[in-house]
Structures are given as C-alpha cells and as structure tokens.
C-alpha cells in the first residue's frame, strides 16, 4: 500500500511574507518603546505629582532635591519648608500610589492570565473585598499580634483565601467561564460586604472612619514606613514575573497543553496565585479597595503590544503605578482643599472602561457566554 | 525506577530552571518501540472506558486509532499522553504506559516535553495571540537547549507546512475553524518531537486541508518519526496509516495494515452499520462505503 506523497512545504508563500527574524525585531521595537515611554511618563508625572499640592514645589526643585539626596548638587533645591512638605508628604504618597497601583496592574494581569479569563480582576472577583474583609477585622478587633504587620498579615490570608475559593468554585476544564466568574464575583463581594456591614455597625466612631477609609480607598496616610512595608511585597510579587511570564503564555493553550510544553501547572497554580494574593492584599492593606486598575491596564497593554506576558506583566506594573499616581494627584487637587476618595476616582474612570469593554466585545463576537 | 530517584528527579526538574536545561533527547532508530501500553483499563463513573488494552508502536511509524464514538479512541490518547491516569480523582486504573522504555510517570513535563506533542481535539485560546506567536510557542520547551535563530527556523517551517505562513500575524479569534486547526497543529509540528500524538486533526478540515494533515504526519512517519492519529474518517486512514487499531468498547477488536483490518464484516459489527469495503480502481486501498 502505498501513501500519496504530496509535497507539503509552502502554501504559496504570499506577497508580504515576512521573514520571521524581522517580525521578531519589529515587535522587540514595539515592546522597548512601551516600556521606556511607560517609565518616563510615570518619572515626568511623579515629579509633577510631587511639586503640587497646597504649598506648590517647581518642578526643577522636586528634580534638585532628589538629587541631593543622592549625593548630586544639580540645581537649586527648595527652601526648609518646601524640603519638610517634600519628603514629608509628598514622596511618600506618590511612592505608595506607584508601589500600590505596580501591584494591583500586575495581580490583575496574573489574575487574567491564570484563570485564563480577561475580565478576572481583584476588585471585580472580590478578592479585595475579602482582604478588606481581614483588614476591617483587625481594626474592629483591635488585634495587634505583629505589630504593624498584623493587617497585611490578616488580609493577606483573607485575600490568599478568597482568591483559592473564587479559582475552585468558578473553573471548570482549566478555564473560567466569565459569566461564572462574574456572578462568583458578586456572590463573594456580597457576603464580603455583609462582614463589611457588620463590623460597622458595632464599631465605636473612630474605628468606623478608618473602615470607611478601607473602603473607599486612599494613599492620603502614606507615610515612609509604609512604604517600607509595602516594599517587600511588591518585590516578592514581582520576583514572579521573569519566572512564569513565558509559562503563562503557555497557559493561554489550556491546562493540558501547557503541561505537555513542559509546563508543571500545579506547581505554577500555586506560586502565581500566592504571588497575586500577596500584591493584592498588600495594595489593599495599604490603600484600601482601589478597583479597576487591574482591569484597565493589562487591557490597554494588551491593545497596544498583545497579550504576550513578558511584555504585559512588566507593563502593567508601570501602567498600574502611572494610572494610580495620576488618579491619586487628580484626588487631592481636583477638589482641593478637599479630597476625593481615591477609589472613587478609579472607579469614575474604571466603571465607563468597563462598559467600553462590554460594547467592543458584543460588537466584535456578540458578547461573552 | 525507585521511590527516591523518582524524588531526585523531581527536585532536579523542580531546580532546573536555576541550573540547567534537560538532556538533549537521544534519537529512536526506526523500529524500536516508542509507545509501549500493557492492559491498559480505565474506569470512569462506573463505565468502563478501557478494558484492557495493549499497543506498541514503533519509530517510524503512522498509527490510526478509529473506531465509533465513545469507543474509548480519546481516552486510550489520553492515557498515553497521560492526560487520563491515575492524578484524575477517581480513577481505578490498570495497566502500564512505557514511553522510550521508561514509564510515563517517571518523565517529568520538561523531559517529556522534548518528546512528545500531542494535539488536543479542541483548541481555544484564551488572549488574542498571533498566529506567529503560538506556533512560537511550541518553541518553549527547547528554551536553553536551542538558539533564537533554530527557534525562528523550525516556527517557519512548521508554519510553511501546514501552508499559513501568510497568517503569521493574524490574530487567533480572527481565524476560521480550518485555519485555526491546522495552526495548532503547527505548533505541534514545531515542538520538533520524535513522537507526536493527534486527536482528530482532520475534523475541522476540508478535503484538501485533510490531506495536507495527513501527508504531513506520513511524512513525518516516513523520516522516523512516531505518530498516532486519532481518526474518524475510514478512508483516510486506508490511506495513510501504516497501522491501524480499530476501537470497540474500550477493547481493540482488530489491529494490523488497513488492508488486512477493514473487512466488510468487522466494520460492519464495530460499526453497528453494514459497510462495503471495495479495493480503490487505481491504489487498490480499501474504500469504506456505508450501504445506503
């Protein structure tokens, strides 16, 4: 018996066919260019976003000072008071929103990508709600086992705990159906807000207004040892990325294939998601419920280079910190002196994203199912 | 393989990231066996999806596994691949997988990786990724042991193969069923193993897509490759398995050349379905006609 043998390499190679090295190339481009431009727009917006405020510090001064304080005399930096409002305030507050929202675009990119669903986000899953859920615990109870760690401690755990219920009850075959997800979403921010609703209502005046920060979210109280604190858990989170970036992709396949490309899911199940449920929960610890920013920025990072992890979870750490600085300063000035909860301003910008997204996909696919 | 070489060499696939890539694979000379399955029995649920099932295929070899649905084709794909096994919560399962003389639990997902591809039936991706990057993607498993330029090469020729070089950057969810099956299996071809393992590839395909699947993996057999097939179409795998094992509730009823296999009243009892098995006018490889 005998096989016909057709010769099988092109397929009429076409007009533009593109040499695969150049392609590789073009894209490398692409993606040097988001970063560099996503850095230097969070560096420029930092340095605005630390000169203004109520006492108004020139630009070239914040630039001076930094300056200084590494050991370079460039420039004139600005007189005591404007140093004192400088690393007093100002510094650590837009340190905070840069290391808050780096860790809130880069645990909704991971999100995203180990449920293998676009929409899957800490704040739309409900997994902010549960760390803020062991935040409000341990100020309504007055816990203090460690010390200022004790509500990163206990969000952590809360936030570890929501995500493991909300990634087992919704997957079904290593992928979540959105409509699952969504409605696992508001089943957990439901009874999350019912311990929310609770707690307040036997709180004492005092405990309610810090609980009403949790809520609404705010980096006004940031000072230098939170940023300290939040430090190490940024960079655990991020340590991640290098690691898993390319298994990710590989994920996007499936379950089954992605173990059969060398991937050991399990092992990768595990470490991704500890990772995201320590940046949320640290971002939560720190600044309250800030929806939106792991949904926002992964999606636009997606638009512009493509869903290629290497790229995205870098990009939305830079994203997320860019857009929660940003959404921070128009917080405090845009009502100034008063300020608006900054979870009111992501959500203001978040909610209408959500819609566009909404739209573009029934337009295009007639929806998710 | 014992208990604890089995645990050292977890913990050096665990680590290997950090130290070094797994071996090179060793090439199969043609016609030793790749695929060793002994009594093979898996039960799901209390049905019985294999009974006892034993296969060897050999490098070099194009083996169709048909048969009629719910025949245990799939499953019998999914144990070898392991897939189905003893992790599924439930099982109570029977029998060994040998894959190049080493049982299949004792090859970690890296190692495997370099040697065998499988083909899943369905393909859905999660993200908009381009036709280029996934192929790429069947790249992954060789990242260390190959450089970007052999990387970029095999992507080519796998994806000039299978005859979409011109959707390289085309986004999946944009593709056709046709165009999107046959850049899966590009990313199977890519992967570059000595044993590929395909689950209906053809389904999606029209005729002349069929055959281009199909030549590619006789083709692939021919230059000492391993690969198993998993076929609906009779008439397809008379032409181009070497081999073919026909399934019959999760036993094989009958193994051997198409010629001697598909006789009229073995596919016609498999089948539940009279079939006429005529000799083709000008090959004289068997037809399979449904009596109408």
């Not at chain 2, 029209?206 to 097939?229: M, N, W």
Request: charge should be positive.
């Amino acid at each position: 018996m005998t096989a016909p043998t057709t010769p099988t390499g092109a397929g009429e190679p076409t007009a533009s066919d593109p040499a695969p090295g150049g392609r590789r190339v073009r894209h490398r481009v692409r993606a040097t260019l988001l970063l560099t431009g996503l850095t230097a727009a969070l560096v420029a917006v930092a340095l605005v976003s630390a000169g203004l405020g109520a006492y108004p510090v020139p630009v070239d001064q914040v630039a001076a000072s930094l300056l200084h304080a590494i050991g370079l005399d460039l420039g004139t930096p600005p007189d005591r008071i404007g140093q004192t409002v400088l690393w007093d305030v100002r510094l650590p507050r837009v340190t905070l929103a840069v290391a808050v929202g780096a860790a809130l675009g880069v645990a909704g990119a991971m999100m995203q990508g180990i449920f293998g669903n676009p929409l899957a986000e800490p704040g739309v899953i409900g997994v902010s709600s549960g760390a803020a859920v062991g935040a409000i615990l341990v100020i309504f109870s007055g816990l203090t086992v460690f010390g200022h760690w004790t509500i990163i401690a206990s969000s952590f755990v809360f936030g570890l705990a929501t995500t493991l219920f909300v990634y087992v009850f919704a997957r079904s075959h290593g992928r979540t159906e959105v409509v699952t997800l969504l409605l696992t979403g508001v089943a957990v921010n439901a009874v999350a807000g019912a311990a929310i609703g609770l707690m307040t209502n036997f709180s004492q005046d005092a405990q309610i207004q810090t609980i009403t920060f949790w809520q609404l979210g705010s980096v006004s109280t940031a000072t230098w040892a939170k940023v300290a604190a939040i430090t190490p858990c940024l960079l655990l989170g991020l340590a991640v990325i290098p690691l898993y970036a390319r298994r990710l992709d590989l994920l996007a396949l499936g379950e089954g294939p992605a173990r059969h490309l060398g991937v050991d899911v399990e092992r990768m199940r595990l470490v991704v998601i500890a990772a995201l449920a320590l940046l949320t929960s640290a971002a939560v610890a720190f600044a309250g419920i800030v929806a939106f920013i792991g949904l926002v920025v992964p999606h636009i990072v997606r638009m512009v280079t493509g869903p290629g992890h290497r790229i995205l979870l870098p990009s939305s750490a830079l994203g997320g910190g860019l857009l929660l600085m940003s959404a921070d300063l128009l917080a405090r000035t845009a009502a100034a002196p008063a300020e608006i909860p900054l979870g009111v301003v992501t959500a203001a910008l978040g909610g209408p994203f959500f819609f566009f997204l909404l739209h573009r996909t029934r337009a295009k696919q007639g929806g998710w199912s | 393989m014992s208990a604890w070489s089995r645990l050292r060499r977890r913990t050096a696939a665990t680590v290997a990231p950090l130290s070094r890539p797994p071996q090179h694979p060793a090439p199969a000379p043609p016609g030793t066996a790749v695929v060793r399955a002994e009594g093979l029995t898996v039960r799901r649920g209390g049905r019985t999806l294999l009974d006892g099932v034993d296969l060897t295929v050999r490098a070099g070899e194009l083996v169709a596994l048909v048969g009629p649905n719910g025949a245990g084709k799939s499953t019998l794909l999914g144990v070898l691949s392991g897939d189905v096994g003893p992790r599924d919560t439930g099982a109570a399962d029977s029998g060994s997988v040998h894959l190049f003389d080493r049982p299949l639990a004792d090859w970690t997902p890296p190692e495997l990786a370099l040697r065998r591809a499988v083909l899943p039936q369905d393909s859905s991706v999660s993200f908009p990724f381009s036709v280029a990057e996934l192929v790429a993607m069947g790249r992954a498993p060789w990242a260390g042991l190959c450089d970007a330029d052999t990387d970029a090469a095999q992507t080519f020729a796998a994806m000039a193969r299978t005859g979409i070089p011109h959707l390289a950057e085309r986004r999946f969810p944009s593709l056709s069923g046709g165009e999107r099956a046959r850049v899966m299996l590009a990313r199977v071809l890519a992967q570059g193993t000595q044993l590929l393992m395909l689950d209906e590839p053809t389904a999606a395909l029209d005729i002349r897509h069929q055959e281009l699947v199909l030549s590619v993996a006789r083709e692939l057999a021919e230059d000492g490759r391993t690969v198993i097939v998993v076929l609906h179409d009779l008439g397809l795998a008379a032409a181009y398995a070497h081999r073919v094992a026909v399934l019959s509730a999760g036993r094989i009823a009958a193994r051997g050349t198409p010629a001697d296999v598909f006789t009229a009243s073995l596919l016609s009892d498999v089948y539940q379905h009279q079939v006429d098995v005529l000799p083709h006018p000008r090959t004289g490889a068997p037809l399979v006609v449904p009596r109408r």
